[in-house]
């Protein structure tokens, strides 16, 4: 298949930063807007999107999570023929500059999954930090070595066909971007690291559940170093 790359935006009660991120974004790519049960101001403002065509708009009944969205916009890039699909945030934290790098190293290595690498200024928060170092930890375990930088930065390029295989088996909340970068190196895909710049602004909005979230990340580390060790034993 000719490398022919989409955006994949998903968005969920980002009103003040989505219309931005797909206005920027369009300069280099096709947008696939993928709204995640937003509340009326968040809809409305991925609706104006839409009627404007400034990107293909699909509207999810409820809220089902950042894995759940960003899995239906590959379900819709696949339909639409699409090779790769760049993922990023409603949220406008990524450096949106980089990403004819990021499609550079798509087109070089078709097969490869390329990953954001975060460069964080000041505005980071502290916690947030020592989650990821965290999570870098049990990842490096999961994948035998250091194979993926940041696990949790949604700035990223996957090959459809792979992404689509895999998606469905991944927890599909903020679990998401960690299992499939995990699932996808165990399938046998190359990674591509690509350092980029990640800011936190007032009009931002996170939908990270500290208690929730880190819980369910836990709980999906527990099971992939159970399979990582499970795969080694048998040979896989």
């Known amino acids: 298949m000719a490398f022919s790359p989409c955006a994949v935006i998903p968005t969920y009660d980002n009103p003040d930063t ?5 206005e920027l974004v369009r300069e280099h790519v096709p947008v696939i807007l993928v709204d995640d049960g937003s509340d009326a101001p968040g809809r409305a403002v991925v609706e104006a999107i839409g009627a404007e ?11 089902g999570g950042k894995g759940a969205g960003v899995t239906t916009g590959f379900e ?12 990023v945030d409603a949220d406008g934290q990524h450096a949106l500059e980089d990403i004819p790098a990021f499609l550079d190293a798509a087109r070089a290595q078709p097969e490869a999954l390329i990953l ?31 194979v993926i930088d940041d696990p949790m930065c949604g700035f990223r390029v996957y090959p459809v066909e792979a992404a689509c295989a895999l998606a469905p088996r991944c927890g599909q909340r903020m679990d998401f971007d960690i299992e499939i970068a ?20 007032a009009d931002g909005v996170s939908h990270f ?10 709980w999906m580390h527990s099971k992939l170093v159970l399979s990582s060790w499970l795969r080694l034993l048998t040979g896989r």
Do not use: C, M
């Open 116 to 146: 954001g690498a975060p460069v964080y200024d000041d505005s980071a928060p502290t916690g947030r930090l020592v989650g990821r170092q965290i999570t870098r930890f049990w990842t490096n375990i999961e994948t035998y070595g250091r």
């Open 182 to 201: 995990v699932r996808l190196v165990w399938a046998g895909l190359p990674v591509v690291n690509l350092p980029t710049k990640v800011r936190y602004h």
């Open 76 to 87: 819709l890039a696949r339909a639409a023929g699409y090779s790769h699909a760049l993922q």
């Open 53 to 63: 065509g400034l990107a293909q708009v699909h509207h999810r009944s409820q809220n």
């Open 18 to 22: 989505v219309r931005e991120v797909v």
């Open 209 to 218: 559940h500290l208690v929730r979230d880190n819980l369910r990340i836990s």
